[in-house]
């Protein structure tokens, strides 16, 4: 009879053990699950508050609106991504400036800035870009920026060259 008790008192102890691992087991995982569950939700939720899905063009799509190569200049396309392009413009195989146009669709900021503009290049409102640089909005959208790499390429050039853009096209462009 104290053999039968004291393995009835064994397997009753291994059983307490067996249950008190598992179920401790069991709890830490649904604690964890239920915590990476809200956390899922919260970020999803907040992602989507915070910034919505925003298109932008094609960077090709904007290409067709950069100047046509006259009078000894070369356009030379050197990057093209989503919502940007940017050229390089060569006189006698010398880069002298830069030209680009972004999708500010999803840049509020950047469009804020023009608002306080008080200088209009080609009709449209612009900033300086420190000592070699303009930028202008086009159709409340697009950035046309032009960058001097020479000091061939004065201030006066850029203003004229935002005038070979086809603004009026890159202005209709949705």
């Given at each position: 009879m104290q053999k039968f008790r004291l393995s009835f008192f064994v397997l009753l102890l291994s059983s307490v053990f067996l249950f008190s691992c598992g179920g401790k087991k069991n709890k830490t995982n649904s604690e964890t699950t239920k915590?990476?569950?809200?956390?899922?939700?919260?970020?999803?939720?907040?992602?989507?508050?915070?910034?919505?899905?925003?298109?932008?063009?094609?960077?090709?799509?904007?290409?067709?609106?950069?100047?046509?190569?006259?009078?000894?200049?070369?356009?030379?396309?050197?990057?093209?991504?989503?919502?940007?392009?940017?050229?390089?413009?060569k006189k006698d195989g010398k880069e002298v400036a830069t030209l680009a146009v972004s999708d500010l669709n999803s840049n509020m900021d950047t469009k804020a800035k023009y608002e306080k503009s008080t200088m209009k290049v080609a009709g449209y409102p612009a900033l300086t870009k420190g000592s070699k640089g303009h930028t202008i909005l086009v159709g409340d959208r697009y950035q046309v920026s032009i960058r001097?790499?020479?000091?061939?390429?004065?201030?006066?050039?850029?203003?004229?060259?935002?005038?070979?853009?086809?603004?009026?096209?890159?202005a209709s462009l949705k």
């Open positions: 915590t990476t569950t809200t956390t899922s939700k919260t970020n999803s939720s907040t992602a989507t508050q915070d910034k919505p899905k925003v298109e932008e063009v094609e960077g090709g799509a904007l290409n067709k609106f950069f100047p046509k190569e006259a009078d000894g200049y070369k356009v030379v396309y050197n990057q093209e991504k989503e919502g940007f392009v940017q050229a390089s413009l001097s790499k020479d000091d061939s390429f004065t201030e006066d050039m850029r203003k004229k060259w935002f005038e070979k853009f086809n603004l009026s096209g890159l």
